[in-house]
């Protein structure tokens, strides 16, 4: 016959909680300072975020008022103070667009290479690239411009966009007087089926090199 099985005292497990409490404690303070910590982040994640979009909602309004430099000065706090928000990328970008459409282009040259060494990557990147391009090509800063586009078109994964850029690429460097260069980015252009437009333009533009190189 077997023996039976001992079974554990009950006071077995409040002797080791004794000899453990502290240790228990400890454990427990740090979960709850895990959770609280976490929960800390990302409610103050939420409020940056809420805080940005108010106050470009707030920019956006002197802009459309027509009030441009208060505009401007309410857009470089928004993209100054939350650049890791999407309303401070969007901030940047206006700030960049009035700008170019004040005709400050190398005021929006400023404003945007600030934004891309905050914004290095993610959804913004590429059109804070392009913008920087296009503010380069209105200082006649050609070649400037077309390593902008070939940054933007690095970043894309929109084929569509990326044509887009080529073809900014070639005119950039047509501007330039580059037509090495310019004919690398129309043969590109000219190959790809993305865009049937933009193919059609660079076999015109690579006509137009050839006759240019004939001629000389």
Known sequence: MEAPVSQPKAESFLDWFRINSRMVTIASIVVAAAAFGFWFYNRSAVLKAENADRKLLAAKQSLTSGNVPLA??????????????????????????S?????????A???????????????YATPIHVLLGDAYAQLAKYAEAAAEYAK???LTTAPNERALLLAKIGRVQTAAGNAAKAREAWEALAKQNDNAGL???ARVRLGELLATAAKG
């Open 109 to 123: 040259v400023t404003s945007l290479k600030d934004l891309t060494g905050k914004i290095p990557s993610g959804p």
């Open 72 to 97: 401007q000065s309410d857009l470089k706090k928004v993209a100054d103070q939350y650049p890791s928000t999407s309303a401070g990328a969007e901030a940047g970008m206006l700030l960049a667009q």
């Open 199 to 201: 193919a059609a333009e």
């Open 152 to 154: 933007a078109s690095e």
């Open 99 to 107: 700008k170019l459409e004040q005709g400050d282009y190398q005021g």
